[in-house]
């Protein structure tokens, strides 16, 4: 099956720095999506991004679909920030078999 | 964006025992899905829950296990049957609105078993 790797799987930041986290699949996907899952465990939905580049105040996230990859950028990091990002999509062709990657766990220091 | 809300928040259950899980997600909402997450991991799909017919499960889950129902479009349950230890998870509710599968996830059910 599709595999989707995220890295880095840990970060440490201080806040104010900036970061970005990338996501690779395997295969073609659809319907690729950002997700923070705070210390709480809330998953809360960042971006749904199939392709192309979309912003949110501090986060931005750019997908190339020919190329596999979605990136994540995070500007001047917070405390809030903390917890850990996921990217998901459905395999082309798979119907709706959401695949979500391992990961990135990150934490920002005061 | 959609709202999803699930109940129990947590539980915690003796092995063997069974526990229902109950999901109920706002109109726009077309598709439900069920997901565990085990301590540390990531999401695993288990199941897409079909209104008014059998869950679609996914390789690794069965129906006698995780029995689900979706009796109409806004709510669905997941049962966890003869609970082990090895259950102890937090399971997700999250519902895919329009044609695309955008997802939006509830709180989620922090399970732990004994």
């Known amino acids: 099956g599709i595999q989707v790797e995220q890295s880095p799987p840990d970060l440490i930041l201080q806040e104010g720095a900036n970061s970005t986290l990338r996501c690779n699949f395997s295969d073609s996907v659809n319907n690729l999506q950002w997700f923070h899952q705070n210390p709480w465990g809330q998953l809360i939905n960042l971006f749904y991004?199939?392709?192309g580049t979309k912003q949110n105040g501090r986060l931005s996230a750019t997908t190339v679909a020919t190329e596999r990859y979605s990136l994540l950028y995070i500007s001047s990091s917070q405390t809030t920030d903390s917890g850990v990002y996921f990217c998901?999509?459905?395999?082309?062709?798979?119907?709706?078999?959401?695949?979500f990657g391992a990961g990135t766990r990150l934490f920002v220091k005061a | 964006s959609a709202v999803i809300s699930q109940k129990p928040s947590r539980d915690i259950c003796q092995r063997g025992t069974s526990l229902t899980i109950q999901c109920q997600v706002d109109?726009?909402?077309?598709?439900m899905f069920w997901y565990r997450q085990q301590p540390g991991q990531s999401l695993t799909l288990i199941a897409t829950?079909?209104?008014?017919?059998?869950?679609?499960?996914e390789s690794g889950f069965v129906i006698d296990k995780f029995p689900i129902s979706r009796p109409n479009l806004t709510f669905s349950t997941l049962t966890v049957s003869n609970m082990s230890p090895e259950d102890s998870s937090i399971y997700l509710c999250s519902g895919g609105v329009g044609g695309l599968n955008e997802q939006f996830f509830g709180p989620g059910t922090r399970l732990t078993v004994l």
């Open positions: 991004i199939p392709s």
């Open positions: 829950a079909n209104q008014g017919s059998e869950a679609t499960y």
């Open positions: 998901a999509g459905d395999p082309s062709g798979g119907g709706f078999k959401t695949i």
């Open positions: 109109s726009q909402v077309t598709m």
